[in-house]
């Protein structure tokens, strides 16, 4: 099952008031294991950025000026390729997809139709009455926050975190982690596990003498368990 992570930084609250979004990250995951693809790219919001905004993420109208437009190719369509046939998981995700929705329909790009998860309905659904943030539920699950302290928020950098977060509330990394298709293509694992074959397959059949000690193992048994079924 293929599953996306992503998050995203806009210029406000509400995308009907003007604001857009300036950048999105996603994190790939394949049977809830994290494979190293990643979609980030930021976005020119054509308006100024707020104060507001920028002390949360740090993107500025100077920086954002010169990178694409939503409507690019390198944006929206490469957005909508990266995700096509997975499920999307985001951390309140009313709020991302709202802003996604608008964008894409903004752009004549459609809308997105794949399934949606929301990490923070889980995580209020699990733990009834407890701080729900991305922030607290790293700090729950031990995942290292030190980077988002140091730099802030960030699209990308709040997917990865996201990831682990989802990977824990699921059921922890060992739920759907496979270290040996990590990043493979589908032909590569295939080929993988033809390889990781064993040349000559083993023997199930004892030969005599071990039967012969089978049986006499046996016969020294008082009252063995499966004669009451025979």
């Known amino acids: 099952m293929r599953q996306i992570v992503f998050d995203t930084e806009t210029t406000g609250f509400k995308p009907e008031e003007g604001h857009r979004v300036v950048e999105i990250g996603a994190v790939e995951l394949m049977r809830g294991a994290v494979t190293g693809r990643t979609f980030h790219v930021y976005v020119n919001p054509q308006r100024e950025m707020p104060d507001e905004a920028f002390k949360v993420h740090g993107l500025s109208t100077e920086f954002l000026s010169d990178k694409p437009v939503f409507a690019h190719d390198t944006i929206g369509p490469a957005f909508l390729e990266f995700v096509e046939g997975a499920e999307l998981i985001a951390h309140n995700a009313q709020f991302d997809m709202r ?27 699990k733990f009834p009455g407890s701080p729900a943030s991305l922030d607290a539920l790293c700090s729950r699950f031990g995942v290292d926050t030190a980077e988002r302290e140091r730099y802030g928020h960030g699209a990308l950098l709040d997917s990865r975190l996201l990831a682990e977060v989802y990977i824990e509330l699921t059921g922890g990394a060992q739920a759907g982690l496979d270290f040996a298709t990590m990043g493979r293509t589908e032909e590569e694992t295939a080929s993988a596990r033809i390889t990781l074959q064993r040349p000559t397959a083993l023997s199930l059949y004892s030969n005599a003498p071990e039967e012969a000690a089978h049986a006499e193992f046996i016969s020294e048994m008082d009252q063995p368990l499966w004669e009451k079924y025979t």
Request: charged share 25%; proline share 0%; aromatic share 8%.
């Open 99 to 125: 802003f996604m929705q608008w964008e894409l329909e903004n752009a004549g790009l459609g809308r997105l139709g794949n399934d949606i998860t929301d990490t923070l309905q889980i995580a209020r659904r």
